[in-house]
Nanobody, 120 residues
């Protein structure tokens, strides 16, 4: 069993910064990729940023240049540094992982989400 736990969300003013963290725990054999998705009420969930085990990153155009995704492989942790935040960034941010568990089963896992609110 694998669990993802997010932290670091909160309320900030436009132009401010937040750093989200997500820790994956459980019977993990290897992690193929981790990332962050976000969803605001009335909208579809969208990709914000992802990072593969090889270090390749992918960002949504809307966050490119402002957000940075990174990982600490030893701690099974992924981070999202969010700078120059805009009210449009307000959403619930969900951690995602594509990993192989100790039974060698590849599947996707999701955290419960952390709220980010950016005031104008």
């Amino acid at each position: 069993q694998v669990q993802l736990v997010e932290s670091g969300g909160g309320l900030v003013q436009a132009g401010g910064s937040l750093r989200l963290s997500c820790v994956a725990s459980g019977r993990i054999y290897s992690t193929n990729a981790m990332g962050w998705y976000r969803q605001d009420p009335g909208k579809q969930r969208e990709l914000a940023a992802t990072i593969t085990s090889g270090g390749s990153t992918n960002y949504a155009d809307s966050v490119k240049g402002r957000f940075t995704i990174s990982r600490d492989s030893a701690k099974n942790t992924v981070y999202l540094q969010m700078n120059r935040l805009k009210p449009e960034d307000t959403a619930v941010y969900y951690c995602h992982a594509r990993l192989t568990d100790s039974d060698y089963v590849l599947r996707d896992y999701w955290g419960r989400g952390t709220q980010v609110t950016v005031s104008s």
